[in-house]
């Protein structure tokens, strides 16, 4: 089957670094994107690796490795903003059958 | 209009009833996507629409249905509405017909009960 994992809630404080891992399972994988939603509100496209490394966008950087079926996405200089749901998908072969994680809960707090 | 527009807003509509969820896209995106979000369950893809004229199922298809007339509009169809059919529906576009490499785009979602 497919699957992802994340954890469903992580908590850190402002100005502080905060890492959100993702494991996926998967027939045929393409690659990983993270989709940031506040609440209320509809996903927004945060960052996609198609191959291993960093991807640094602004505060925001994605890592993935593709041997381990690994990815995660870094925030840095946290902000109030930031607190909103994270999510993982990965695109599987052909594209189209995308498979999202169940979110990461982020509270920043003062 | 500007980028992905759905509606109605919030629906909510009695059990055995039939309801239409409208989406429109102006960005001339050739694949669509249709998810139901719920509370943990994070987005399940329900159809999907490579371009015009051509859909597929995703992981959740039972009971609903999609048509493709042309690009912008991708209208979703629960036939006879069920209360686990209740949930919160973004539909979704990408710029191209293949591979994983395009962001999506959603809409502000529709929010459904159905009672």
């Known amino acids: 089957g497919q699957s992802l994992e994340q954890p469903s809630e992580v908590t850190a404080v402002e100005g502080a670094i905060v890492q959100i891992n993702c494991t996926y399972q998967t027939s045929g994988f393409y690659g990983l994107s993270w989709y940031q939603q506040h609440d209320g509100g509809a996903p927004t496209f945060l960052s996609y690796n198609a191959l291993d490394g960093l991807e640094e966008t602004g505060r925001f950087s994605s890592f993935l490795s593709r041997s381990d079926s690994y990815g995660y996405l870094l925030l840095q200089e946290l902000q109030m903003k930031d607190s909103a749901s994270y999510f993982c998908a990965v695109f599987n072969t052909g594209g189209f059958k995308t498979i999202f994680g169940a979110g990461t809960r982020l509270f920043v707090k003062a | 209009i500007a980028g992905i527009t759905q509606a109605p807003t919030s629906q909510i509509l009695a059990a055995g009833r039939r309801m239409t969820l409208r989406c429109t896209q102006d960005?001339?995106?050739?694949?669509m996507y249709w998810y139901r979000q719920d509370l943990g369950l994070g987005l399940r893809l329900i159809h999907y629409s490579n371009t015009a004229g051509t859909t597929g199922k995703g992981e959740v298809p039972d009971g609903y249905s999609v048509s493709r007339a042309n690009t912008d509009d991708f209208p979703l169809t629960l036939a006879s509405a069920v209360p686990s059919q209740t949930s919160v529906y973004f539909c979704?576009?990408?710029?191209?017909?293949?591979?994983?490499?395009?962001?999506?785009?959603f809409g502000p979602g529709t929010r459904l009960t159905v009672l």
């Open positions: 979704a576009s990408s710029g191209t017909s293949g591979g994983g490499t395009d962001t999506q785009y």
């Open positions: 960005m001339r995106h050739n694949a």
